[in-house]
C-alpha cells in the first residue's frame, strides 16, 4: 500500500490548481470582449455602428469651407488608438496643416494632389460639428455615411470606436456597482 499524500501537500496542489482555474477564466473573459465597432453618436443616439479589426482604416472625407475642395483624413485603428494616417488635398486652405505644424510630418505631391504624412496623431475619438459645407462623411469598406444627413446641420457628432465590456463587468454595471467604472 502507497502512502497517504500529507497535507501540505494536498493545499500546495489545490492552490496551484485554483490559480490556473482563476488565469483560466482571466484569459477567457478577456478574450470575450466581442465585436469592436466604429460609432457615430450624437445626443447619446448611435447613428451608425460597423464592425471594425485591428489595422482596418477609414475615411473622414469633407469639402473645405473656403477653397471648395475635397479633402479626406485617413484614419487607421490599430486595436487601442486611432491614428490620422494621412490628410489628401488638392490646395491649400485655412486649417490645412503644414508638416511644421504637425511634427515628423511630410507633404507629397501624388496624382495631382497633396498627402500630408506620418502624423501618428493618435486619439481614442474625435468630434465633428456638421454643416452643409464641409458636408463631413465617414466612408470604411464601401460604406459611406453622411454626418450632416444622420444627424442634421449643426450637430456635435462623436467618432468613435467602442467595444462590448468584459462579461464580469457588464454584470456589476448592471447592478449599480460600482458607479465610477466606465
Known sequence: MGK??????????AAVAICAAAAALVVGVASFRGEARLVAECNGTE???????????????????LNQSPVTDVIEWTGADMV??????KTFGAGIPLPEDVGGS???????????????????GFYVMTQEVPDQKIVYKGQEASLLELAGSGASVY?????????????????GWPKEIN
Open 106 to 124: 511630410d507633404i507629397l505631391f501624388v496624382d495631382g494632389h497633396y498627402e500630408l504624412v506620418g502624423m501618428d496623431r493618435r486619439m481614442r
Open 84 to 89: 490620422v494616417v494621412k490628410s489628401i488635398f
Open 4 to 13: 497517504a499524500p500529507r497535507p501540505k501537500t494536498m493545499v500546495l496542489a
Open 47 to 65: 447613428l451608425f455602428a460597423w464592425p471594425i479589426q485591428p489595422g482596418d482604416v477609414f475615411e473622414l472625407t469633407y469639402t473645405h469651407s
Open 159 to 175: 467618432i468613435t470606436v467602442k467595444r462590448p465590456p468584459l462579461p464580469l463587468v457588464a454584470r456589476f454595471r448592471s447592478l
